[in-house]
């Protein structure tokens, strides 16, 4: 089991910047494919970024958000973080933390369905 806790989330006007920040306990976290995932009111979850386990030496963006997005892991603290700039009133969503539940982890997919473990979300909001 892992327990994944989001944080960071809240208010911006557009252009502006957001890091979110996912913490990890239970299983040995190195071990998981990370992903950050989001919902907008009325629209069906989607993709955001992910990254490998161990080093992370790969990730893999929405292309809506290519550019204008990271994502980077830290396993000895067991986080990953996802740093958004220029943001957009577009991305205003619940962000969401998931970690991979496959023994492949050094493969990084926009599936859902490849992720096992899900956080509680945490909202983003940006204005015009």
């Known amino acids: 089991q892992v327990q994944l806790v989001e944080s960071g989330g809240g208010s911006v006007q557009a252009g502006g910047s957001l890091r979110l920040s996912c913490t990890a306990s239970g299983r040995t976290f190195s071990n998981y494919t990370m992903g950050w995932f989001r919902q907008a009111p009325g629209k069906e979850r989607e993709f955001v970024a992910a990254i490998s386990c161990r080093s992370g030496s790969t990730t893999y963006f929405a292309k809506s958000v290519t550019g204008r997005v990271t994502i980077s892991r830290d396993n000895a603290k067991n986080t990953v973080d996802l740093q958004m700039n220029s943001l957009k009133p577009e991305d205003t969503a619940v962000y969401y933390c998931?970690?991979?539940?496959?023994?492949?982890?050094?493969?990084?997919?926009?599936?859902?369905?490849?992720?096992?473990?899900w956080g509680q979300g945490t909202q983003v909001t940006v204005s015009s």
């Open positions: 998931a970690a991979g539940s496959g023994s492949r982890c050094w493969v990084v997919t926009g599936d859902s369905n490849s992720y096992g473990y």
